[in-house]
Every structure is written in C-alpha cells, then in structure tokens.
C-alpha cells in the first residue's frame, strides 16, 4: 500500500512538473504571437488621430470606433429628454417641444468630431502611461475596452447633460439641424466644452496636456 502511495505520488510530481513546462511553452510562444498580432492590427489599422505621443492603442480605438454609432445615439436620446425635463418641466406642447419629441436622428456625423475627440480624452486619462496591456485573465482585450468605453461615455453623457451650453450645442448639430447650417460655431462649443470640463489643453505639438502642466 505505501509503495502504492509513494508510486503514485511520483507519477503525480512528474505530471505536474510536466504540466507546469507546458504552460511555459505556452507562454513563452503565445507572448510573441500577442505581439506579433498586435504589429500587424496597427499596421492594418492606424490609429484615426493621435492625441498625445503614446497614443497608440490601436485596439482601444478601434474598440471606441465599433461602437460609435450606438453611443452617439445614446447621447442624443439622453440630450433630448434632459433638454425637456430641464426646460420644459411641465410638458407644454410647444413648437419646441414637439420638434424634438417627433424627431428621430439618423444621421450623427456632424457629432463624429466630437466623438472622435471624446475618445481620445478618455485614451489620455485612462491609457496615457501604460498603452499596450498583455491580457492574463482570459478575457477578449477588445471586448473589455469596449464595455470600458460605453460604461465611461455613457457616465460622462449624464454629466455633460447638466450643462445647457452642452444640450444646445447637440441638440444644434441634430434636431435643429438646418439645410443650410454651417456646424462649426456648435462643434466648437462642444470642442471648448470638452477642454474646460477636464481642465485639459490641446497643444499643437505635444497634443492633449493638462492646463496645470501646459
């Protein structure tokens, strides 16, 4: 019984310790596979606009782009019901309200600058020091900046909303978006909104900075 016990306790030691090499082979050839892949997606992929010197997560942007056109859509249905609740309270069915209560937005492209910035602050604040991550846990990179990214968006929509200059500038560039409407005073009111809500600088050679360090 004891030879038994000692016998399979060897056999035992020596599967782990096989088992343990099989996972350093594993590793030692899956890193260099990540980082091959990793080369060819940025390649395949540039990054859309950089905005600061290690922006260079391409997965993260690609991942913000996959899902522009659902949060943008987000934005504009959390602008119009803000935009009444907070000016229109009592629910009078004026011209105002009835325009943007019947308006349904299908196209957002006049918002994509905007968009585009937005998802470059959020690479600075949250991706500026440490742009490539190696994923240990098991869980799809691309999957988890996505969720990441709508999460943070949809929390900085809620508070933007608390901002009349902001409700109008948007509610400009979609519902009361004229034929002959020249977007740039809006989309600059946005672009200013933006810099002032994080307290951020765009500066022409060192990109996005903190005003603190400009």
């Known amino acids: 019984m004891l ?4 016998s399979g306790l060897v056999i035992g030691r020596k599967f782990n310790e096989q088992a343990c090499l099989a996972a350093d ?20 992929y540039p990054l ?19 899902v522009e056109g659902p949060l943008t859509s987000y934005l504009v ?7 009444l609740l907070c000016n229109n309270p009592l629910g009078i069915m004026d011209d105002t309200f009835l325009k943007i209560q019947q308006h349904s937005v299908t196209d957002f492209s006049q918002l994509q600058e905007f968009y585009i910035s937005l998802a470059g602050v959020f690479r600075y604040l949250y991706y500026s020091d440490n742009q490539l991550e190696f994923p240990f846990d098991g869980q799809d990179e691309f999957l988890k900046y996505q ?11 809620r508070h933007f909303c608390k ?17 002959d409407y020249t977007p740039q005073m809006a989309g600059l ?5 933006i810099i002032k ?17 400009a």
């Open 3 to 6: 030879r038994a016990t000692l």
């Open 25 to 44: 082979r594993l590793f030692a050839l899956s890193f260099p596979l990540f980082a091959f892949l990793y080369t060819f997606v940025k390649r395949l």
């Open 48 to 66: 859309l606009r950089k905005f600061f010197p290690r922006d260079k997560n391409y997965i993260l942007e690609r991942a913000q782009l996959s």
């Open 77 to 83: 249905d959390f602008v119009k019901v803000e935009h």
């Open 147 to 157: 969720q990441q990214w709508s999460e943070t968006f949809k929390r900085w929509t």
């Open 163 to 179: 901002h009349d200059n902001f409700r109008k500038a948007v509610l400009e560039l979609t519902v009361f978006y004229p034929d």
């Open 189 to 193: 009111r946005l672009s200013a909104f």
């Open 197 to 213: 809500f994080f307290d951020l600088k765009i500066d022409t050679q060192k990109g996005i900075i903190k005003k603190s360090v």
